[in-house]
């Protein structure tokens, strides 16, 4: 089983951007489909953007200004956000799933603990 731990987030005015990185161990990232989720108080998590070996794909709210991305060397996934909007803010949650494409939480089995990214308006 990988073991997920995400780093990067903190406070940002609207229109800044911010780069989470979740580092894997256990097994490398080339192996899992490769996902990020949020989750805003009081909401349900939410996804985000997903990478395989297909390609990326976006949350409709994120695409244009979010960029997620896979270092194998690093055994990293990363998500580089731009021009941030307080509705963005929330708890970023890296996930990875064996097998196919998904975008439901549901079907991702490992989680990292989460970070918490904050725009200010």
């Known amino acids: 089983q990988v073991q997920l731990v995400e780093s ?3 406070l940002v005015q609207a229109g800044g951007s911010l780069r989470l990185s979740c580092a894997a ?3 490398t990232v080339s192996s899992y489909v490769m996902g990020w989720f949020r989750q805003a108080p009081g909401k349900e998590r939410e996804f985000v953007a997903v990478i395989n ?3 990326a794909y976006y949350a409709d709210v994120v695409k244009g200004r979010f960029t ?3 270092d ?4 990293t996934v990363n998500l580089q956000m731009t021009s941030l909007k307080p509705e963005d803010t929330a708890v970023y949650y890296c996930a990875a799933r064996y097998g196919s494409f ?4 549901a079907d991702f089995a490992a989680w990292g603990q989460g970070t918490q990214v ?4």
């Open 25 to 27: 161990s256990g097994r």
């Open 8 to 10: 990067g987030g903190g």
């Open 102 to 105: 998904a975008s439901r939480p």
């Open 72 to 75: 194998n060397d690093k055994n």
């Open 68 to 70: 997620i991305s896979r």
């Open 118 to 121: 904050t725009v200010s308006s």
């Open 53 to 55: 070996w297909h390609g």
